[in-house]
């Protein structure tokens, strides 16, 4: 763990678990006088397969908060959509896509993995708006 926590201190981001705290790469680059970098962090090498879990659920905490707030913004959508067809922005969809394949690709990801889960997310929080829209409006 102590290795771990060195490693991911390198990489500007430490998360106490159960702590919940976190360091902007930004801070932790002017704490130890290093220029700020635009790397992701590598996965730190596993010992074993309870050690691999750990850190996916480690990252799962703090997806989860992320994807509350996302569909927070996406249910303020609706207020802005006259007719129930606005829900589906394909041109959206598409400059989304685009945008995070680049950024899949400088961070040394997959981006056909990354544009897979997106458009899965995309799709589940189009039902999720679709169902807010029907609620709350009367308009076809």
Partial sequence: MKRMMRR?????LV????????????????AEGQPQSNSPPAAVSCDSLDEV???IDRIDR???PLLAERAAYVAQATK????????????????IITKVR????????DPALIERIYRAMIESYI????????????AP
């Avoid at 991911?8 to 500007?12: E, K, L, N, R, T």
């Fill in 80 to 95: 802005f959509k006259q007719t129930r067809s606005e829900v589906v922005d394909v041109p959206r969809i598409e400059r």
């Fill in 102 to 109: 680049a950024l899949a690709e400088e961070r040394g990801a």
């Fill in 62 to 64: 703090m997806i989860v």
């Fill in 15 to 30: 998360a106490i678990i159960g702590g919940g705290i976190l360091i902007s790469s930004e801070a932790a680059s002017s």
């Fill in 127 to 138: 039902a999720f708006e679709d169902g807010i829209w029907a609620r709350t409006n009367t």
């Fill in 8 to 12: 991911a201190f390198s990489w500007g």
């Fill in 53 to 55: 879990r750990t850190n």
